[in-house]
Structure formats: C-alpha cells, structure tokens
C-alpha cells in the first residue's frame, strides 16, 4: 500500500511572500516534506480579475497535485479570498487558505480602530466582505492597498528607499488616525514587520496569520491522518517561474535537503 502521509505539504502563492507561510510550517511540522511554488512570473495577483486569480489558483493547484501533494495550502489572501471556494468545489484534497486576520484585532482594539493593509483583490473580495460583517460594526476599519509593495518586494527592493517611502505613505495616516492595531492581509508584508515597527514603535500591534495558518495545517494533517511520521529528514523543492535569487536571498538557508529551481510553470 502506498504511504500518503509521506507525500509533500503543497504551497502556492502569487510569489515569493508565501515563503512567510511556509516557515511557520516547517517550525511546527518539521518532519513533513514541502513543494513551494512561487508564480512569480505572474505577480501581482492582487490588481487581477476575480476569474483570472482563479485561472491561476488552478494551474498551480495542478501542478502541485501532479507532484503527489497531501495537502494544498493556498499561501495567498489574494488567491484565497478569490478562488478557494472554486478549488474546493473541483479537487478531493484539502485545502488550507489564508484570510486577513480581523477577527483577532477586533478581539484585540481598545480604540475599536483596525487598520488592514492588503491587495485590492483582497479587499475588493466577497469572502473578506463576509468575514467584515462578521465584527463588531462599532469597529472602524481603515482600508489600505498597499499598490506596489509586492512589486517592490519580487524586485529584490525589501530594503530601499523606495520601499521606505511608500510604506510611510501608507502607514503614517494609520498612527493619524488612532489606530491600534494592523492586520498585515497579504503574505509577502511579515517581510516588512521591522520596517513598520520602525514607523509605528509600540503604538499599533501588528497582527498576521501566519502561526494561525500552520496550527490549522497540522490540526487537519491529524484529522485526516496525514501527519509523516516517518524519521528520515524532511525534504523541500521550491520551484519558481522567474529568476530565483529574491527567493534565495529571502530563504537564506544552509539546509541541503532544501532545493530550489527556476521551472516554467
Ligand atoms: N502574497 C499575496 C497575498 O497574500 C500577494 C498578492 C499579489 O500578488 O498581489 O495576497
């Protein structure tokens, strides 16, 4: 008989910003064997049409599934909040996707004011105005997309001038504003947390979902009885459609059961 439970953890994002996902996962479920895929040729996914979101959610959700994953977690708001119910519909595999984390800065707010930065797709979607509702309405909520900073971030620019002027453009109103706390909807921002923290110091408390994301992988790992349990190390191929030295830069590990390589996809 075949041992699913050895087949990789697949992850697919816009780009390189899902590797944010894929760390908290490999922190806490060490032992399973990962496929990244950075479609990084096609970001941003965040100023595309709903149905071409979904198109691509599809072709990587192929991809992934011809390499035998378990698994498929969606490590992109954008995709997730597009195209997950699609994905669902279609394929017999669970799916883990990722969603802005306002319920927890509605729990967390003392000035009952959240800022969300994230995608126009993500923002503009169905799924995130359903999870709105859900909040408490007296909570203001402060909208930003934050246009150009996964372009900046899939350039190689985390660190530039560029990347600290427009941040500011989009954080400073928030400390304006009074806002407390700010919910970081897009996978590629965690990479900005010191950046930010720099702008906002301890005012505003900075919420993300990516350790949510990886206790929720291993919870459905066990409920369907696909935890690896097996003791050789773990292995993981990361594949991108574009150069690969952002990725590497933003990996920065000496690990050699960790591969990635350029692939058209
Ligand atoms: N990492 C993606 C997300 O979480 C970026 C979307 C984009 O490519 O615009 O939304």
């Known amino acids: 008989m075949v041992n699913n439970n050895k087949f990789p953890i697949g992850i697919f994002d816009s780009g390189v910003g899902g590797t944010s996902i894929w760390k908290e996962i490999n922190t806490l479920l060490p032992q399973e064997n990962t496929i990244y895929l950075s479609d990084s040729k096609n970001a941003p996914y965040g100023e595309k049409s709903k149905q071409d979101i979904i198109n691509l959610s599809i072709k990587n959700t192929e991809f992934l599934l011809a390499q035998n994953c378990k698994i498929i977690i969606v490590a992109c708001n954008t995709a997730t909040t597009n195209a997950i119910k699609v994905l669902r519909k279609k394929y017999n595999i669970p799916f883990i996707g990722i969603e802005p984390a306002i319920k927890t800065a509605a729990l967390h707010t003392k000035t009952n004011k959240i800022g969300i930065l994230a995608t126009k797709g993500t923002l503009n979607s169905e799924l995130f105005e359903k ?60 990479y900005l947390i010191p950046q930010i923290r720099k702008l906002v110091g301890n005012k505003i408390q900075i919420i993300d979902s990516g350790e949510a994301v990886a206790k929720q992988t291993k919870n459905i790992l066990e409920k369907h009885k696909l935890i690896n349990s097996c003791k050789e190390k773990s292995f993981h191929q990361f594949f991108i459609n574009k150069e690969k030295n952002v990725l590497e830069i933003l990996m920065t590990s000496k690990d050699e059961n960790l591969k990635i390589t350029e692939k058209e996809f």
Do not use: F, W
């Open 131 to 190: 999870t709105a509702h859900t909040i408490n309405q007296k909570i203001i909520r402060k909208e930003i997309i934050g246009k150009g900073l996964v372009e900046l971030i899939e350039g190689g620019k985390l660190h530039s001038k560029e990347m600290t002027s427009l941040l500011s453009t989009y954080i400073n109103p928030l400390i304006e504003d009074n806002v407390d706390c700010l919910v970081l909807g897009c996978t590629h921002y965690p």
